[in-house]
């Protein structure tokens, strides 16, 4: 595990919180926090503003979403454990919102992890999303910043999980290339690490996760295979008076 | 990532539980829990064995710990934040027991980390004590026996630590050779994952931990490569009515 960790004189911390339930741990003096759902909130958090959407309004529970449900200029999502809850037309996949006109658009969303971290780490100086798909345009913002960075995983029902974490290593690898970066805790030097093993093959992460057998009974394939894709969008959702809307870059 | 999971039709289930606070999440269906405090309660421990204690009794007070204090057959051992607690002779160090003639004694002992999850766990059926100084035979006695496995990372102060996961990983590793057992976790996944790339070099775990820097102000190299060293003892502590004893095996 040696060449991991170069720098030492650093400005700023970016550090990787594995599980929603740890954030009071990891959160003090973090002004950044990205919220990761890699399966597949914030990825379709991404797809919906790269395909035109104005803003998304994230609630916790499936009550708040289901009012908007056919009101004019609305889209009402909603997914617990990986399914579309009955009565709403979207849950949590990317793939419902590519080739749609979203344009002025907004989607109210409930997920059975994802929005629940965003509500859980609102009160940050700055809240913003992260998925494969704006990976770079994310990790180019992040280094630009003047603050400490702290890379939330959604996790499944608090657990720590593989493409998550994964995701935050890669991140993470791209942050500590400068030396402004530096990192305190082991789980930060953990996901960069997982990151390391897996880039070659992301789908590979999934191969070997037991959770595989769930998503292959639900026949999620192609939308696994496109919340892996990296650099599909530039968007990176910002939350804004508990709106995620795109960030405004010059 | 691939090959990391063979088994599919396996009997039981061995799995990583990263922090004492995700275990009620961990715990169900898991008769045996083995506690794991790399550094250094539960390398203390088997150390203490090894050297003829014939009982530890964990606490998780300071102040139950501190009438044993200079007591006939007795050494109270207390540790907070990496320091033995003032008034005490012994804290968490395994070294502090090699060379002393301990046959028949009873340690009352408590720690930051270990003996907070040895108390966490004590209603599993059997509560075992894991460090690298009983890897090899806590690893054989783990394979022999019919029953799904939990593997508690003591942490610390319940945020994910390196030198427990990779132990754990190096303990599952040797479980999933047996047909026997399986993983349904991610997080066992990961463990295995960190194990595979620092069993070359142990000590390089914490060279690219930055708690090092914390660990060498304390002193305290001669302890970590101690804890470190695989395979420096035969025994198994095992919870029996509340005292850790050496398991009786044939």
Redesign the interface.
């Known amino acids: 595990?040696?060449g991991?960790?170069r720098n030492t004189n650093y400005r700023h911390r970016v550090e990787v919180c594995?599980?929603p339930?740890?954030y009071p741990?990891?959160a003090q003096d973090m002004g950044i926090v990205v919220v990761i759902d890699v399966l597949r909130a914030t990825s379709a958090m991404v797809a919906a503003f790269e395909h035109g959407v104005d803003r998304i309004i994230p609630v916790s529970d499936v009550e708040q979403a289901r009012p908007f449900i056919g009101r004019e200029g609305y889209i009402a999502a909603a997914e617990r454990d990986g399914q579309v809850v009955e009565g709403f037309q979207y849950g949590n996949s990317p793939l419902a919102y590519v080739g749609e006109d979203l344009r002025g658009k907004t989607i109210v969303m409930t997920t059975t992890n994802g929005t629940k971290a965003i509500q859980l780490a609102k009160g940050a100086r700055q809240l913003v999303i992260g998925s494969f798909l704006n990976l770079t345009a994310l990790s180019e913002w992040l280094l630009e910043q003047d603050d400490n960075i702290l890379l939330l995983c959604s996790g499944?029902?608090?657990?720590?999980?593989?493409e998550d974490?994964v995701f935050a290593g890669a991140v993470m690898e791209r942050l500590l290339e400068s030396d402004k970066f530096?990192?305190?805790?082991?789980?930060s030097?953990?996901a960069k690490?997982?990151y390391m093993?897996?880039r070659e093959?992301y789908l590979?992460?999934l191969?070997?996760?037991?959770?595989r057998r769930r998503i292959e009974q639900l026949q999620l394939l192609p939308d696994v295979k496109y919340c892996l894709t990296p650099d599909q969008s530039t968007v990176i959702p910002i939350l804004r008076n508990g709106e995620l809307v795109r960030m405004e870059r010059p």
Do not use: C
Request: hydrophobic residues 45%; aromatic residues 14%; negative net charge.
């Open positions: 595990m040696e991991l960790v594995f599980v339930s740890q741990l990891y499944w029902k608090d657990k720590f999980n593989l974490s530096g990192v305190e805790e082991d789980s030097i953990a690490y997982m093993a897996a093959n590979g992460i191969k070997a996760a037991p959770r």
